[in-house]
């Protein structure tokens, strides 16, 4: 066993739930209510109902729930599919540094062996915990986007210790799941690229499936290579060519000193970037007609602009997914409309000449101060010129939700209850949020399944 493959196992294997502080079990709870309240927004969307019925048609000796649902399958896919209702409308966490991406898809794989291995919800709780200590401090020290991967890279090892832990696996069994996870598993980064299909939001939730799946085979007695990341080409030589320095995983017991307490929330469904510009747009949207506008110049760092800067598919989406990851797209629509939300990207809006002629009138440049302060800040600045000369300026250095401009427990509510509020009920939204605030008492996971299903 390799020294990153030990240190992990190690680590998953030692984590309890009396080492996480009473903070980080309440930022657990929250983001699984804003989890669960992006997988009922996305029950209905094509690619959900595609994973549904694939899931539905699986039985399996060690059935797993399907949420929003009666009907159970194998906890890979019952993880596959629930991964895939809780990314389609970006709208789930984001953790940024030299790496990242979104750690809430590795959710479903603690829910997918909660209610198999009948853990109650501290176990739960702790999984969870531990696929974003997993993901977050790999994310930290390796930027997989740089070489050419995708976010599943480090979401499967996540998942795949997640799954572990509620199976019981020891250290040994852990690490061949980790390594049974890595080795035949490589996400390319070309899923984010040009114009986005389906699959941008079934990417990490097949990194779910396979971690599970990894994890089943580990219990059962399956080995893997010894040394999946450090031995010769292994994942540090071959995807990362070995610029990879090692995390810390120590921990104190009740600290603090948990990743899942840096995430950030999104306001609007869609990708990271766009939640400044959003923002910004829907702040100056009362003070100009949109008939009115001149020109708008967008201001940000380089990560902000670097994609439509470079991929044209940003200026005409035609594909929800591609809309939601375009800023030229959401800050005309906000400038439009004075809102963004699902209905922004229904096929009648995605293809809306008016926006169009909106978006011929903007400017995207960098500017390398904010490109400098990136991730602490994800600054942005718009500023509206209108017909007249008049001038509206407004700038914002960190979004609504992100951990410096957080949202509130009731805004972390009113968020969910907006998510599932054209899917399901006022009362049964008021189930779902008891079950969810009560997990660190629940006995299993039978009462909050139960209290989604549609």
Not at 353 to 363: E, G, K, V
Request: aromatic share 8%; proline share 6%.
């Amino acid at each position: 066993m390799d020294q990153t493959t030990e240190l992990l196992s190690s680590f998953t294997c030692g984590l309890e739930y009396e080492d996480l502080s009473p903070r980080v079990v309440h930022q657990i709870k929250r983001t699984v209510v804003d989890t669960l309240g992006c997988a009922v927004g996305g029950f209905h969307s094509e690619p959900a109902t595609i994973a549904r019925n694939l899931a539905g048609a699986v039985t399996s000796s060690t059935p797993s729930r399907i949420l929003g649902t009666q009907l159970y399958s194998s906890p890979d896919m019952a993880g596959f599919a629930n991964g895939v209702m809780v990314r389609y409308l970006d709208c789930n966490d984001s953790y940024f540094s030299p790496g990242g991406g979104h750690p809430s898809d590795m959710i479903p794989a603690a829910l997918a062996l909660g209610g198999p291995t009948e853990s109650d919800g501290r176990s739960v709780i702790t999984a969870i915990a531990l696929a974003y200590e997993v993901f977050c401090r790999l994310s930290d020290e390796v930027v997989t986007g740089e070489f050419g991967w995708d976010q599943g890279m480090f979401s499967i090892i996540g998942a795949t210790c997640a799954a572990g832990k509620l199976l019981g696996l020891n250290q040994e069994r852990m690490g061949h799941a980790i390594s049974l996870a890595i080795a035949p598993n490589l996400p390319l980064g070309v899923t984010r690229t040009g114009e986005l299909s389906m699959w941008k939001g079934c990417a990490t939730a097949t990194a779910t499936r396979a971690g599970i799946f990894a994890a089943q085979l580990a219990q059962q007695g399956m080995t893997g290579p010894k040394e999946p990341f450090e031995g010769r080409r292994g994942l540090w030589e071959q995807a990362l060519g070995n610029s990879v320095q090692i995390p810390s995983f120590e921990k104190s017991k009740g600290s603090d000193d948990f990743r899942i307490l840096e995430t950030t929330f999104k306001a609007y469904p869609a990708q990271i970037h766009t939640q400044c510009p959003t923002g910004i747009a829907l702040e100056l949207y009362p003070e100009i007609s949109s008939a009115d506008i001149a020109s708008v110049l967008i201001q940000s760092y380089n990560s902000a602009v670097s994609s439509p800067t470079t991929e044209p598919q940003k200026w005409d989406p035609k594909t929800r997914e591609t809309a939601d990851h375009s800023i030229p797209y959401l800050v005309a629509a906000a400038l439009q409309d004075g809102q963004v939300d699902a209905n922004t990207f229904n096929e009648e809006r995605i293809h809306d000449p008016a926006l169009r002629t909106l978006m011929a009138m903007f400017t995207m440049e960098e500017v390398p101060e904010f490109t400098q302060k990136f991730p602490e800040e994800y600054n942005c600045r718009i500023v509206i010129t209108d017909r007249s000369g008049k001038v509206y300026e407004a700038q914002a250095p960190y979004h609504k939700g992100h951990r410096l401009n957080p949202m509130d427990d009731g805004e972390v509510e009113a968020k969910f209850r907006g998510l599932a509020a054209d899917v399901v009920s006022t009362k049964q939204c008021d189930r779902v949020l008891e079950q969810v605030w009560g997990l660190d008492e629940a006995q299993n996971l039978d009462s909050l399944f139960d209290s989604m299903v549609i």
